[in-house]
């Protein structure tokens, strides 16, 4: 049963360190946005930009290592996790826990969204009018992603902490 804490304990750090990185991620969406408003305020905006491509490309490598580590985080959830719910949970725990790994897909799918849409911000194809409007559809897109993210989080902190008391006392 202890591994099965030390397995709990590095999720619930995970949590932590996820919010963290997708906060950052956010803030980078945000600085590359207000780089072009910026931009365009001194009516010098033109898709393509050097250091606008480079804020894109940083918002880009952000993305897919926050997506990496979001799936091996996930992965240790929907394996290693449900199997000690499944043998050591009550069938609300175990209930509860499935209805929140449902939600992983949505999650994952939200950032291959994101990835896609910073890749056709940074390919220069629009036209500055309708890449405007995608950059900040795609940082909308990324808030809420960061809300979600830290919601079910949080909810999953408090159903590993209830697993946690229902091991001591069983233990």
Not at 77 to 82: A, M
Request: aromatic share 4%.
């Amino acid at each position: 049963m202890q591994d099965i804490v030390a397995l709990i304990d590095k999720l619930v750090d995970e949590h932590k360190v996820i919010v963290k990185d997708v906060k950052a991620l956010e803030q980078v969406a945000n600085d590359a946005g207000a780089l072009t408003e910026l931009e365009e305020a001194k009516e010098n905006f033109m898709p393509g930009r050097f250091d606008q491509k480079q804020s894109l490309q940083k918002l880009q490598e952000s993305l897919e290592t926050i997506d990496k580590g979001l799936r091996k985080h996930f992965n240790r959830e929907e394996t290693g996790l449900l199997a000690a719910f499944e043998k050591h949970g009550d069938r609300k725990i175990v209930t509860a826990l499935n209805s929140l790994l449902l939600e992983h897909e949505d999650l994952r799918n939200r950032l291959a969204h994101s990835k896609d849409h910073v890749a056709e911000l940074v390919s220069g194809g629009l036209a500055s009018h309708r890449w405007q409007a995608s950059a900040n559809d795609m940082r909308a897109h990324l808030s809420h992603t960061r809300k979600l993210l830290e919601a079910h989080a949080s909810i999953e902190n408090e159903l590993f902490v209830e697993l946690r008391r229902h091991l001591k006392r069983k233990g």
